[in-house]
């Protein structure tokens, strides 16, 4: 018989800046997987950026310019 393995079900309580950026054409990890990893944050400040025709590397210089855009923001709060 086959043991499934949980993992990522601890509540997390830090009261951090979260963004999770996915790709919506992402083959590699579901976008719900972003939005399960959201909900263990209870008490971050979080977001969530589903970028349109997003591949799982995020490379082109047009997503690249969008994550820097976000993390500018996320340091921008914590300064």
Same mark, same amino acid.
């Given at each position: 018989?086959?043991? %499934?393995? %949980?993992?990522?079900?601890?509540?997390?309580? @830090? %009261? +951090?800046?979260?963004?999770?950026?996915?790709?919506?054409?992402?083959?590699? !990890?579901?976008?719900?997987? #972003?939005?399960? !990893?959201?909900?263990?944050?209870?008490?971050?400040?979080?977001?969530?950026? !589903? +970028? %349109?025709?997003?591949?799982? @590397?995020?490379? @082109?210089?047009?997503?690249?310019?969008? +994550?820097? @855009?976000?993390? #500018?923001?996320? !340091? #921008?709060? +914590?300064?």
């Amino acid at each position: 018989m086959e043991e %499934k393995t %949980k993992f990522l079900t601890k509540k997390i309580k @830090s %009261k +951090i800046y979260l963004t999770m950026l996915h790709g919506s054409k992402d083959e590699a !990890v579901p976008v719900i997987f #972003s939005k399960k !990893v959201l909900k263990l944050f209870k008490n971050a400040k979080k977001k969530m950026i !589903v +970028i %349109k025709n997003g591949d799982h @590397s995020l490379s @082109s210089n047009k997503n690249l310019k969008k +994550i820097n @855009s976000e993390l #500018s923001k996320i !340091v #921008s709060n +914590i300064i």
